[in-house]
Structures are given as structure tokens and as C-alpha cells.
């Protein structure tokens, strides 16, 4: 298994408002082909202004194509083409990870 551990950091009181356009917009597309996360999470203390999501693949390859195929995706070209008009979004930091040997998902 395959893990991608994505956390995004948006402008200090905007990250309600990029949450609810991907709520709108991208969340049905991006689960059409990547299927439901494993965790969609927003922070709590620390750094509120971020987000967090996981999704679980097959392996690299799986991921690959799942990926490809959500890039074609006109929703999904609709919701990032909005997201990046909003500017909310200031970095991203992405992980693929795997298990620990003692750890079954």
C-alpha cells in the first residue's frame, strides 16, 4: 500500500473559502477517480491556515494512473482553474509513504 499524504497552507482567512470551493467543486471529481480518502483533516492547533488529506493507492503505478486520469477530468480542470483564480493556496508539501512492518492498515 501506498500512501500520499498531502498538506496544503493557504493565506492566513481564506482557508474557509478554499475548503468550501473544493467542497463544490473538486472533492465528487477527485473521488470519481481517486476514490474516498483515507483522512481529510484541518488543523486544529498549530498551523490553522492548513489542511491535510491521505489518500491509499495500490502502489506507484496505481497512483499514476489514477492521478493521469483525474488531470483529464474537466470537473477537476473547472475546480483547480477556480482555485488558482482564488489564490488562496500558498504552499504544498506532498509525502508517498508506506506501512511500518509492524503496522497493518
Not at 483547480?80 to 500558498?90: D, I
Amino acid at each position: 500500500m501506498l500512501y500520499d499524504v498531502r498538506t496544503y497552507t493557504c493565506r492566513p482567512g481564506t482557508i474557509k473559502k478554499q475548503l468550501e470551493l473544493y467542497q463544490e467543486l473538486g472533492f465528487e471529481a477527485q473521488r470519481k477517480h481517486l476514490g474516498d480518502p483515507v483522512l481529510y483533516l484541518q488543523t486544529e492547533t498549530g498551523n490553522v491556515n492548513s489542511f491535510t488529506h491521505i489518500w491509499a493507492y495500490q502502489d506507484a503505478a496505481d497512483r499514476m494512473a489514477r492521478r493521469a486520469a483525474l488531470q483529464k477530468d474537466p470537473d477537476w480542470q473547472v475546480y483547480l482553474k477556480k482555485s488558482v483564480e482564488m489564490g488562496n493556496l500558498v504552499s504544498q508539501e506532498n509525502h508517498l509513504m508506506v506501512p511500518t512492518p509492524f503496522f497493518k492498515p
